[in-house]
């Protein structure tokens, strides 16, 4: 017995629309698979739900590579059959249409990168995510390393910058110091005592005083002390 005819139409039905759409959904991906793999085809297959959800199918391991070469080709048709104002507004369209699409994709990159919506991906898609994710890791941390590396660098410069001058300083006070203490190592002039426009040295002038005395005793006689007054 044959299968009835169905009447294609909405399903009002919320829970029965539900069912229909992840079995439809799961049939349709699976005739993708089959066609680029039987066929040796190129298929991207990409769905939302009526809430909004994504589900997409791609024979590549990157869905971009299809969409971009999907809209290459369809660019150079619509430009080709551009001749008018009306195919220049058609061109900006088909711009704001292909930006739409890389803003979805990337969206899509990004929650995946996130770890989110990661059930319609399948086994092959997850290895190429992980691959992607390890290669970012391993830049980023060689990025981080190398600008570490160029930090210590600059701290050693201005850590051997300080101490030459602290050496420098040190060197300059010892000199100081050394040239202060060789000064009293020289013996000071000894002083001398002016008399009666000569000049005499601590070692004259007891016998200067001593020919003084002889010229007061020669003047005053000290007999002239026995005189009575």
């Not at 009835?4 to 049939?27: L, M, P, W």
């Not at 005739?31 to 297959?45: T, Y």
């Amino acid at each position: 017995m044959g299968r009835g005819k169905v009447d294609v139409r909405r399903i009002e039905n919320k829970i029965n629309r539900q069912v229909t759409f992840s079995k439809r959904r799961g049939g349709l991906v699976k005739k993708a698979n089959e066609i680029s793999v039987l066929c040796d085809a190129d298929v991207a297959l990409i769905i939302f739900s009526n809430n909004g959800k994504l589900f997409d199918f791609s024979s590549d391991s990157c869905m971009e590579r299809i969409l971009d070469r999907y809209e290459r080709y369809s660019y150079a048709e619509r430009r080709f059959l551009a001749s008018n104002s009306e195919a220049s507004v058609e061109n900006w369209s088909l711009e704001y249409t292909k930006l739409k699409a890389k803003i979805v994709l990337l969206q899509r990159n990004q929650k995946h990168y996130m770890g989110e919506d990661l059930e319609s991906l399948s086994l092959k898609d997850l290895q190429n995510l992980e691959q992607q994710l390890d290669s970012s890791l391993k830049l980023i941390r060689s990025r981080k390393g190398k600008a570490i590396q160029e930090e210590n660098n600059m701290l050693s410069k201005k850590m051997k910058d300080k101490e030459k001058t602290i050496g420098q300083q040190a060197e300059w006070q010892e000199q100081n110091q050394v040239s202060s203490s060789t000064s009293f190592l020289f013996p000071q002039q000894i002083p001398c005592l002016n008399i009666g426009g000569n000049y005499y040295h601590d070692g004259d002038v007891e016998a200067r005083r001593n020919e003084l005395d002889l010229n007061l005793d020669s003047l005053y006689p000290s007999h002239l002390g026995n005189f009575a007054v």
